[in-house]
């Protein structure tokens, strides 16, 4: 070795001033190589889900034809771990009054989404009810749901102690293990009240980061609640809150016995602190703190709780970007008065007025199901008209609380339909009549909250009523007025044995509802499968007193001027004209009168009589069609001679309007009506009355637009 070698060594190696940087850069020469080594380690996995993507989207590119006239075509993507669809389940408790607030969290959830979802509900009779109508006419693309009716489970928990605000209900979550399928390996259990500001995927991955061990995924408690161990039950610190939770229900019941494990927290503290407060997560907490290696901890930021002394603020600083799902963990939900709640209110009112036929939309496939949607047929005259019978209507059921024992077997609801222009009619029903009611409203979504504030903040008569089913019918763009839709989701839900078949702009007689009763009593109309006719007048004063009975009603009848007539008398004498109204006010008992063409009465009847049809829709023959068939099934008619209702004047409704404005509305529905007649000839093998002169006139119409293709504009 030569001099300069030497010196060379022993400038690098002997020199002390040099002995510490070259000692660091050796030390982060070592760092930077192990973090070279798992990066790549990174880069391959991803590179190997890079590779199974493009795999994919060529497959899919294949399929898709080239040539001019082709179209874009939604690719199918396979359910695989990794992928945009792998399926996400979802656990929730929906019993008792979950279902109003439910629909906000699921609109914000799936408006995030990318992934499929299949919901488990955990449900009671009423709800499962409202979640099967609700999700059967929402239509949402790859989402699937399950229910589970938990009623026969609820003794489990019935034995603890608890005072939370939800009752036992608030206690279910811990039947879970044994209530959803032995089929379900893993679910996120949420509360419903929440807004998600992020995909539910981000959750659903997270369950690839816990242990063998872990088998509950949460996010620490935002207040010192738990902090007083002398009053709380046990906690690990702060404790843990149980509004998203990620349950690995393989793992639980594979490695613990779940039901012995909840059940000895419980009796280890109950005697000493008498009830759960908290419900289910006071029974977890305690779980966990005898047993912290059970749980994984979640980021704040997938649950940030807005009670009454969070401490979310230190969760997301400054920055509303850091929130991914808001709990509304509060009583007082989203009144609650903290700070920056006026923000997060805000996000969750915006979904509260979303638009839910929106999410019928997606832009990418993971299943080969194909959801219904209506295309226009040019060539048919009255396809708007079809659509109605065509378009799934979302329809939410039992939006308030609703609670009827029936009175006995002769009991009657007023079945009624309307929108939300006609909300003042249904303050005044509630006035005279005091039973039941089912009443189904074609509203927005953005409606929703002021139908809510009207019932809760308004009507000193709605406020208190309990024996009021509101059902909601979502609005949808390509159909006109589903009168007849609507008057079949009232029908529906009625639940005593009979019905009162009325309009909503009609005001019944003072006590007419025990009436009613009387009279089924009297006659029992079922069996002998009678209707009752039930006399319809009319004023054309907008302010004037409702006559309390039938003598004051015929008082006003008989005085010059008379400001009460006969319904329709002069317009269109046809509709009621069979009730023989010169009979009615004599007549002291029930008597029988025929159908006549275009009868259209108001009726009570048994709840098993036909459905309407759902073909009219809009103004014109939608009553008139019930009753034809309610003639060819052999319905009799009796007109009870001591009850009325009286029709107020309002403004017109936009499809009335229409009718008389456009012969297409006209020539359209004596199309539907020939079209009626003849499904009902089929049907029934009985031939009624050929169809009126103006209906001949619009048919002819009708067949030379067809012949001669001309299109709708040039039509006056």
Same mark, same amino acid.
């Given at each position: 070795?030569?001099?300069?070698?030497?010196?060379?060594?022993?400038?690098?190696?002997?020199?002390?001033?040099?002995?510490?940087?070259?000692?660091?850069?050796?030390?982060?020469?070592?760092?930077?190589?192990?973090?070279?080594?798992?990066?790549?380690?990174?880069?391959?996995?991803?590179?190997?889900?890079?590779?199974?993507?493009?795999?994919?989207?060529?497959?899919?590119?294949?399929?898709?034809?080239?040539?001019?006239?082709?179209?874009?075509?939604?690719?199918?993507?396979?359910?695989?771990?990794?992928?945009l669809c792998e399926t996400v389940h979802i656990a929730l408790?929906?019993?008792?009054?979950?279902?109003?607030?439910?629909?906000?969290?699921?609109?914000?959830?799936?408006?995030?989404?990318?992934?499929?979802?299949?919901?488990?509900?955990?449900?009671?009779?009423?709800?499962?009810?409202?979640?099967?109508?609700?999700?059967?006419?929402?239509?949402?693309?790859?989402?699937?749901?399950?229910?589970?009716?938990?009623?026969?489970?609820?003794?489990?928990?019935?034995?603890?102690?608890?005072?939370?605000?939800?009752?036992?209900?608030?206690?279910?979550?811990?039947?879970?293990?044994?209530?959803?399928?032995?089929?379900?390996?893993?679910?996120? $259990?949420?509360?419903?009240?929440?807004?998600?500001?992020?995909?539910?995927?981000?959750?659903?991955?997270?369950?690839?980061?816990?242990?063998?061990?872990?088998?509950?995924?949460?996010?620490?408690?935002?207040?010192?609640?738990?902090?007083?161990?002398?009053?709380?039950?046990?906690?690990?610190?702060?404790?843990?809150?149980?509004?998203?939770?990620?349950?690995?229900?393989?793992?639980?019941?594979?490695?613990?016995?779940?039901?012995?494990?909840?059940?000895?927290?419980?009796?280890?503290?109950?005697?000493?602190?008498?009830?759960?407060?908290?419900?289910?997560?006071?029974?977890?907490?305690?779980?966990?703190?005898?047993?912290?290696?059970?749980?994984?901890?979640?980021?704040?930021?997938?649950?940030?709780?807005?009670?009454?002394?969070?401490?979310?603020?230190?969760?997301?600083?400054?920055?509303?970007?850091?929130?991914?799902?808001?709990?509304?963990?509060?009583?007082?939900?989203?009144?609650?008065?903290?700070?920056?709640?006026?923000?997060?209110?805000d996000i969750h009112r915006s979904y509260v007025n979303f638009?839910?036929?929106?999410?019928?939309?997606?832009?990418?496939?993971?299943?080969?199901?194909?959801?219904?949607?209506?295309?226009?047929?040019?060539?048919?005259?009255?396809?708007?008209?079809?659509?109605?019978?065509?378009?799934?209507?979302?329809?939410?059921?039992?939006?308030?609380?609703?609670?009827?024992?029936?009175?006995?077997?002769?009991?009657?609801?007023?079945?009624?339909?309307?929108?939300?222009?006609?909300?003042?009619?249904?303050?005044?029903?509630?006035?005279?009549?005091?039973?039941?009611?089912?009443?189904?409203?074609?509203?927005?979504?953005?409606?929703?909250?002021?139908?809510?504030?009207?019932?809760?903040?308004?009507?000193?008569?709605?406020?208190?009523?309990?024996?009021?089913?509101?059902?909601?019918?979502?609005?949808?763009?390509?159909?006109?007025?589903? $009168?007849?839709?609507?008057?079949?989701?009232?029908?529906?839900?009625?639940?005593?044995?009979?019905?009162?078949?009325?309009?909503?702009?009609?005001?019944?007689?003072?006590?007419?509802?025990?009436?009613?009763?009387?009279?089924?009593?009297?006659?029992?109309?079922?069996?002998?499968?009678?209707?009752?006719?039930?006399?319809?007048?009319?004023?054309?004063?907008?302010?004037?007193?409702?006559?309390?009975?039938?003598?004051?009603?015929?008082?006003?009848?008989?005085?010059?001027?008379?400001?009460?007539?006969?319904?329709?008398?002069? $317009?269109?004498?046809?509709?009621?004209?069979?009730?023989?109204?010169?009979?009615?006010?004599?007549?002291?008992?029930?008597?029988?009168?025929?159908?006549?063409?275009?009868?259209?009465?108001?009726?009570?009847?048994?709840?098993?009589?036909?459905?309407?049809?759902?073909?009219?829709?809009g103004f014109g023959w939608n009553k008139v069609s019930h009753?034809?068939?309610?003639?060819?099934?052999?319905?009799?008619?009796?007109?009870?001679?001591?009850?009325?209702?009286?029709?107020?004047?309002?403004?017109?409704?936009?499809?009335?309007?229409?009718?008389?404005?456009?012969?297409?509305?006209?020539?359209?529905?004596?199309?539907?009506?020939?079209?009626?007649?003849?499904?009902?000839?089929?049907?029934?093998?009985?031939?009624?009355?050929?169809?009126?002169?103006?209906?001949?006139?619009?048919?002819?119409?009708?067949?030379?637009?067809?012949?001669?293709?001309?299109?709708?504009?040039?039509?006056?």
């Amino acid at each position: 070795m030569n001099m300069r070698s030497k010196n060379l060594l022993y400038c690098l190696f002997f020199r002390p001033w040099l002995g510490v940087p070259f000692g660091i850069g050796i030390a982060v020469s070592i760092v930077y190589y192990w973090w070279l080594l798992s990066r790549i380690s990174i880069l391959e996995s991803q590179n190997k889900v890079f590779k199974t993507q493009l795999r994919l989207s060529q497959s899919v590119m294949k399929q898709m034809s080239v040539d001019s006239v082709s179209q874009y075509e939604v690719p199918v993507i396979p359910d695989a771990v990794g992928t945009l669809c792998e399926t996400v389940h979802i656990a929730l408790v929906c019993m008792g009054k979950c279902t109003r607030q439910i629909t906000s969290m699921i609109k914000s959830l799936m408006h995030h989404r990318q992934n499929p979802i299949h919901f488990h509900f955990v449900v009671d009779t009423r709800s499962h009810t409202t979640i099967n109508k609700l999700f059967d006419t929402w239509d949402l693309p790859d989402v699937k749901y399950s229910c589970y009716n938990a009623e026969e489970h609820l003794t489990q928990v019935q034995w603890v102690p608890n005072s939370h605000y939800s009752g036992v209900y608030a206690l279910v979550k811990l039947l879970f293990p044994d209530i959803l399928p032995d089929t379900l390996s893993q679910a996120i $259990v949420l509360d419903s009240d929440l807004t998600f500001l992020c995909d539910v995927a981000e959750l659903w991955a997270l369950f690839r980061n816990m242990t063998d061990e872990q088998f509950i995924g949460l996010v620490e408690n935002e207040s010192s609640w738990y902090l007083n161990n002398q009053k709380r039950w046990p906690a690990l610190g702060r404790g843990y809150n149980t509004g998203v939770m990620l349950l690995d229900l393989k793992k639980i019941r594979t490695t613990t016995d779940w039901t012995r494990l909840w059940h000895d927290a419980v009796r280890d503290n109950i005697g000493r602190l008498k009830q759960t407060t908290l419900a289910d997560q006071d029974v977890i907490n305690a779980i966990i703190k005898s047993q912290p290696r059970y749980v994984y901890n979640m980021s704040c930021q997938y649950n940030v709780q807005m009670s009454t002394h969070t401490l979310a603020k230190n969760c997301y600083g400054e920055d509303s970007n850091n929130v991914k799902i808001i709990h509304w963990n509060s009583p007082l939900k989203h009144d609650i008065n903290i700070r920056d709640a006026s923000f997060f209110r805000d996000i969750h009112r915006s979904y509260v007025n979303f638009d839910g036929n929106l999410l019928r939309e997606k832009l990418h496939r993971c299943s080969f199901i194909e959801h219904v949607t209506v295309k226009a047929n040019k060539s048919d005259l009255c396809s708007s008209f079809r659509a109605a019978q065509k378009v799934k209507l979302r329809t939410h059921l039992y939006y308030a609380d609703y609670s009827h024992t029936n009175a006995d077997s002769f009991d009657v609801t007023l079945a009624v339909q309307l929108s939300m222009d006609r909300l003042q009619f249904l303050d005044r029903l509630g006035h005279y009549w005091e039973g039941p009611l089912s009443v189904a409203i074609y509203i927005a979504d953005c409606e929703v909250e002021n139908l809510w504030r009207f019932i809760r903040d308004w009507s000193d008569t709605l406020r208190d009523r309990k024996n009021i089913g509101y059902h909601l019918v979502f609005k949808h763009d390509k159909v006109h007025y589903p $009168v007849n839709y609507l008057r079949n989701v009232a029908l529906e839900n009625v639940n005593t044995p009979y019905v009162f078949l009325m309009d909503v702009d009609f005001v019944p007689m003072a006590g007419l509802y025990d009436h009613l009763r009387n009279a089924i009593q009297l006659i029992n109309p079922y069996p002998q499968k009678k209707c009752l006719v039930i006399a319809a007048f009319e004023t054309q004063r907008y302010r004037t007193s409702m006559p309390r009975n039938k003598a004051a009603l015929v008082s006003r009848l008989r005085a010059e001027p008379a400001d009460v007539q006969p319904f329709r008398a002069r $317009v269109w004498p046809r509709g009621h004209r069979a009730t023989n109204y010169s009979r009615w006010i004599t007549a002291t008992a029930p008597y029988e009168v025929e159908w006549q063409s275009d009868y259209e009465p108001y009726l009570v009847v048994h709840r098993s009589v036909p459905k309407y049809d759902t073909r009219f829709s809009g103004f014109g023959w939608n009553k008139v069609s019930h009753s034809v068939e309610l003639r060819a099934q052999g319905y009799r008619l009796a007109v009870l001679p001591g009850a009325f209702v009286l029709h107020t004047p309002h403004a017109p409704s936009q499809d009335i309007t229409a009718f008389r404005a456009d012969p297409h509305y006209r020539i359209c529905l004596a199309l539907l009506k020939q079209e009626f007649m003849e499904d009902l000839r089929k049907k029934y093998n009985i031939t009624f009355e050929e169809p009126s002169k103006p209906d001949q006139v619009y048919l002819a119409e009708a067949k030379s637009m067809i012949y001669n293709q001309v299109p709708d504009q040039e039509v006056n």
